[in-house]
């Protein structure tokens, strides 16, 4: 019992803290109570277990890898089957559902029950599954599993319940689609073709009734054999024998001839009056060349033959084109309209086609009003009621892998009046030329849920594209698009040093960084480049400044930890020595940046427009963390070597040292040199590489890797470590101040030249070297040198990142994992908050910057900011990967920031524009009296909350022991905070602040691919997302709230419709050329005519009957092992509190019995009478 008081020691059950209230200015002069110790820090936490839980919500973007493809005529739905056996059934904006086979067998073909809400697919593994389309979530009703034939081809007949199925055998097998079972009734392939026959016809690739008599099937085989079966009598009304295989089979409505396409390009038409040859043969793209040879051509895939009241009819197919021509290796869809032929190029190959027509009815004119086209990466539908043939505006977001996405932010809560001056000024970059008719795949009904807030996603591409998304009510809309490659001049063949390594994707997007308060946007570059962004109403002809700075230091120090590494006594932060910034050396030929930034003025279109470019030069390594505040005017970023400050507002660089000079005196670390050793290949050669090959070749493909982040340079180890001033910093009393004397150029590459300063000399214990193990928050995006340390990579997540004698060998360097600027206490002790800049290393170390700001505008465009010596607060397991804030009652504190105005809109000339500041800084508790706040720190491996300005740890807890931390967040759930974590073997954990108990642990998904790592990310309201494939981006939520509202939030797929009633075609026509008498299917296949199927030709396997009752936990020992911890750390309290009931009791037992046996003594020999 005493364990389980230990982990709530530091609870209370006092009343709940108060949200920090905003409050304009700066913190400094407002005088406190007192500095709080931990016996202050009184929070009750309000979140238990039972508020989360983990489930998919909604997928985005374009199916991956798409096979097949489906259209409901009545209810307007489309249908997309994947090779991952995934389904997208798509209705009108805001209807989109994705479900997903349980086995992954690719989807071969899908049928809709048209009007009756159901789906059959047939998948790769032979099984055959009805979908219920009737609830929100899609469930399998019925599988049946073929046992000893595969399926080639399926077709079902509008309003009937029977199913053909095709089989690679050649035979046709029918299918009750009620009770899901095969019927007796079969037609094997050796009765369809003559007895004469030597040889197998091959699959079957078509099954169709014919439009004119239900009781006649069609069956096509691959061989260029199409019989019609008829179904009553059992036997062959005519066969079809061409020389050419066929693929497809296309009926006229009047059923008296069809259209076949053929491999070698040609179209031939049959009439059934006389089978024996073609009426029509026609090569579309074929001539006849003049030695009398036609051209070869490419295969007609799909052929679809479609009639119309008022015109020609419709001949449209895919494929077909002349391999001598030019444009012959591009994918095309063809149209056929009377005499006049229209050729669509494609930019992806085509997978399947449609022709949208008015009725269900194959035996009445079709009137063709749309095609939907399946790419391979896209998705069109093409308006055939115009002459021109345009295409409809897709209202899904089919376009997120337009470029490869590279990184991904999720932006939940958001002010609410961006969302709409983004759309206004996205909508001005819309394409033209689309159709003006409404989009015709309008089924379905979908409203907004009660349960909606702003969210926005943004996404960063190979392109330098990045793309602003509206994902408000689980839906996904372009708002804006932004091309960061506009600030660079274009990279001529052969010019600049990093030409080799970025001609594929120089401008890829790594991380962004956004603030929509203020609307400052901030882009890192995989060249290391960072683009500051302003919003703005209004164009502007302005030129972009531009910085350099050298983040390469001639240190090459092996990493000891001390014998207190857990524990370090860090001397007084009085006694540090003051910051040095590392040396940039000369100017030399690799001190360029790969690209140029545009000298010129440039006419800036509205919306985000740059203002500022950071170029990292000799050799550029990749950017590693990054955070911009409005409210300070400052930009910091770091990489392996160390980190940079630049004050944006006054264009120059305050702050560029490495990691190790950030520490002074108080070094953790005993670092040790070294002798000289051979030089290895620069690490730049492996990280700056191409994105875009990831998405097209597995082989080539976008990974994070550790050690190219982390690997040394090719530079010659030094004893003596050199610490000299940096260009643009002037030393004062020990502090770093920003030169407001040297301006920065605009556009042109600086490179001023520097003085060589002293050489220092650090030593350590005569021990052997010690590396660290390399940090996962250092992720860099490469291409492996070889396919084999690709997968060897590829498949390192599992392994241990403690320090241990394998990692002894690994070169690395201490990076800056991440940063973050906030209202806190530089010392110990300190009396008042400042400004602050919090930096997190990949070696677990904490640093903390005080930052000193003029308060008056005036001032702080002129007066210089001074940055003061750090001091190391805390040490973690790990690297670093967030910081976040608590005041004394629990809230979260955000960043302070400057409120947004427009830099280009009108001025006011009797009135001075001043900067409107909101600062959240942690000020005096009114009900405990006290001042101060609680920094949340999580690591790879452990989370800690720290009490400031005491710097007393509160909590602590080791999050994972046998794997490692990517990603963690400070997350507001159900209006309180979290934090929220995703580890590398696939565990989404939450724990509770500040008392950092698991309240949530589950096994999500296994981490088998790198891009899950790369873009996964949570944000507020309990939700998150990561990149699924290449092409979608999969939502989740971990809050049972959103959960338990997510039904309400989902659009309906079915809607109650009446089926359209055939048209009436006239005494005359029905009399001379009507349809036969109404066939009656279960006649011929039911189980009484037909009898019953052999029971090893297939399995019936009933479904689950709902998706939704399989509740998404974690599986295996370690999920049942982490619930069973989570429910023993809820129920300590209960516990603790029966055990002293217990004793309470046992005491009083003891007492009675005490007063009993004194009671027995007494009256032991008195008899009953003298009682």
């Not at 390594?501 to 603030?515: H, I, R």
């Amino acid at each position: 019992m005493k364990k389980f008081r230990k982990v709530l020691d530091g609870l209370s059950s006092s009343s709940p803290g108060g949200v920090a209230s905003p409050s304009c200015g700066s913190a400094a002069g407002t005088p406190t109570a007192h500095a709080p110790t931990p016996l202050d820090i009184h929070v009750q936490e309000t979140l238990v277990s039972e508020n989360f839980h983990l489930c998919k919500t909604v997928r985005h973007g374009f199916p991956y890898q798409p096979t097949c493809l489906a259209f409901d005529p009545v209810q307007k739905i489309l249908a997309i089957g994947s090779r991952t056996g995934g389904i997208r059934i798509l209705g009108r904006p805001g209807v989109d559902c994705y479900s997903q086979h349980e086995s992954g067998a690719a989807v071969l073909q899908l049928q809709f029950l048209i009007n009756e809400g159901a789906l059959v697919t047939a998948c790769a593994d032979d099984t055959l599954h009805l979908w219920n389309l009737r609830q929100r979530r899609p469930a399998i009703l019925h599988s049946l599993k073929f046992n000893r034939e595969r399926i080639t081809f399926c077709h079902l007949p509008f309003q009937s319940k029977w199913l053909y199925v095709g089989t690679e055998r050649g035979n046709t097998h029918i299918v009750n689609i009620e009770s899901f079972v095969l019927s007796g009734y079969v037609i094997m392939w050796n009765k369809a073709i003559e007895l004469a026959t030597k040889t197998h016809p091959g699959p079957v690739v078509h099954l169709s009734d014919s439009p004119k008599d239900e009781g006649k099937l069609l069956i096509g085989f691959e061989s260029g054999t199409v019989v019609q079966w008829d179904l009553r009598a059992k036997k062959v009304d005519f066969r079809i024998y061409y020389d050419e295989a066929i693929h497809s089979v296309s009926w006229h409505h009047e059923g008296k001839q069809f259209m076949c396409s053929h491999s070698d390009g040609s179209l031939t038409v049959w009439n059934l009056r006389n089978t024996s040859r073609p009426i029509q043969v026609t090569y579309p793209h074929g001539k006849i060349l003049k030695d009398g040879r036609k051209e070869s051509c490419k295969p007609i895939l799909k052929v679809e033959y479609k009639t119309s009241r008022n015109s020609e009819p419709f001949i449209i197919f895919s494929g077909g084109l002349s391999y001598d021509k030019a444009g012959g290796r591009r994918p095309t869809l063809t149209i056929m309209h009377g005499k006049a032929i229209t050729v669509l190029e494609m930019d992806h190959p085509i997978v399947e086609f449609l022709v949208l027509c008015d009725t269900p009815y194959s035996n009445e004119v079709q009137d063709p009003y749309a095609v939907v086209v399946l790419l391979e990466k896209d998705f069109i539908v093409v308006d055939l009621t115009q002459s021109n043939f345009p295409i409809f505006e897709n209202p899904y977001p089919m376009d997120i892998h337009e470029s490869p996405v590279t990184c991904t932010a999720y932006f939940a809560q958001c002010p609410p009046d961006i969302i709409p001056i983004l759309y206004s000024i996205g909508a001005k970059q819309k394409k033209t030329g689309y159709s003006h008719k409404e989009w015709p795949v309008s089924g379905g009904t979908w409203t907004l849920g009660s349960q909606t807030y702003p969210e926005i996603i943004v996404t960063g591409h190979a392109d330098g594209t990045v793309k602003f998304w509206d994902a408000s009510a689980i839906t996904l809309q372009m708002l804006y698009k932004l091309k960061t490659s506009k600030v660079f001049e274009k990279p001529k063949a052969g010019e600049g040093r990093t030409t080799e390594v970025l001609d594929e994707d120089p401008y890829a997007v790594q991380m962004v960084s956004w603030c929509p308060h203020s609307r400052l946007f901030c882009v890192v570059g995989i060249s290391a480049h960072v683009i500051l962004y302003r919003f703005s109403k209004h164009d502007a002809n302005t030129q972009i400044a531009s910085l350099e700075v050298r983040l390469q230091f001639d240190s090459d120090d092996a990493v000891s930890p001390s014998e207190n590494e857990n524990n370090p006594c860090f001397s007084d932060p009085s006694s540090h020595s003051p910051l040095q910034p590392g040396s940039p050396g000369s100017a030399t030929p690799d001190s360029v940046p790969g690209l140029r930034v545009k000298s010129r003025a440039l006419r800036m279109p509205p919306g985000y427009q740059a203002e500022l470019v950071v170029q990292l030069v000799c050799p550029p390594q990749q950017i590693t963390s990054l955070d911009i505040n409005s409210a300070y005017g400052l930009l910091a970023f770091g990489n392996c070597n160390g980190v940079a400050v630049v004050d944006y507002l006054q264009k120059t660089i305050l702050m560029c040292v490495s990691t190790l000079d950030l520490y002074g005196a108080a070094d953790p670390y005993q670092r040790l040199t070294r002798s000289p050793r051979r030089n290895r290949q620069s690490t730049s050669d492996f990280c700056m590489r191409g994105l875009s090959h990831f998405y097209s070749d597995s082989k080539k493909r976008i990974r994070t890797s550790y050690q190219s982040l982390t690997e040394l340079s090719d530079n010659q180890v030094s004893i003596d470590m050199e610490r000299t001033k940096s260009p643009t910093s002037d030393h004062v009393n020990g502090h770093c101040t920003s030169p407001t004397s040297q301006p920065c150029s605009m556009g042109k590459p600086r490179i001023p030249g520097v003085p060589e300063g002293p050489r220092l000399t650090r030593r350590g214990p005569g021990r052997p070297p010690f590396r660290k193990a390399q940090s996962a928050a250092c992720m860099e995006i490469s291409l492996p040198v070889s396919s084999h340390t690709e997968e060897s990579r590829e498949n390192s997540f599992s392994r241990s990142r403690s320090s241990s004698v394998s990692s002894i060998d690994r070169d690395t360097k201490e990076a800056v994992t991440t940063l973050q600027f906030g209202e806190s206490y530089g010392r110990k002790g300190e009396p008042l908050p400042s400004a602050c800049l919090w930096v997190g290393t990949s070696l677990g170390v904490v640093l903390l910057l005080p930052i000193s700001i003029p308060a008056e505008d005036e001032d702080r465009m002129e007066e210089p900011v001074t940055i003061g010596p750090s001091s190391t607060v805390l040490m973690l397991k790990g690297s670093v990967l967030r910081f976040a804030f608590l005041d004394c009652g629990g809230a979260l504190i955000q960043s302070p920031y400057e409120v947004w105005r427009d830099p280009n809109g009108p001025e006011d000339p009797d009135r001075t524009r001043r900067r409107k500041l909101v600062n959240f800084s942690p000020w005096p508790s009114h009900e405990a009296g006290v001042d101060g706040h609680m920094a949340v720190v999580c690591s790879e491996k452990q989370a800690k909350v720290m009490l400031m300005p005491s710097q007393t740890v509160l909590f602590a807890h080791n999050v994972t022991e046998s794997s490692f931390i990517l990603r963690a967040d400070v997350v507001s759930v159900c209006s309180s905070v979290c934090l929220a974590c995703f580890c590398a073997n696939g565990h989404v954990m939450t724990l509770s602040l500040p008392s950092l108990r698991p309240l949530m642990d589950i096994n999500y998904l296994p981490l088998t691919d790198m891009r899950i790592a790369r873009t996964f990310v949570f944000t507020n309201g309990g939700q998150a997302l990561y990149l699924s494939s290449p092409t979608e981006i999969q939502r989740i939520t971990y809050s049972q709230e959103m959960a338990d509202n997510l039904q309400d939030m989902l659009g309906e797929l079915f809607t109650p419709i009446e089926t359209p009633e055939a048209q009436n075609k006239g005494f005359l026509k029905g009399f001379f050329g009507g349809n036969a008498q109404p066939f009656d299917r279960e006649e011929l296949f039911g189980e009484a005519a037909a009898g019953k199927a052999s029971r090893s030709l297939a399995q019936h396997i009933p479904g689950p009957m709902g998706l939704e009752n399989m509740k998404a936990a974690a599986g295996g020992v370690v999920g049942d092992l982490a619930r069973a911890r989570i429910a023993l750390d809820q129920r300590g309290e209960r516990l603790g509190e029966l055990e002293e009931r217990t004793a309470l009791m046992m005491n009083s037992a003891e007492i009675f019995s005490t007063h009993a046996h004194q009671v027995m003594l007494k009256h032991k020999d008195k008899k009953w009478y003298q009682l």
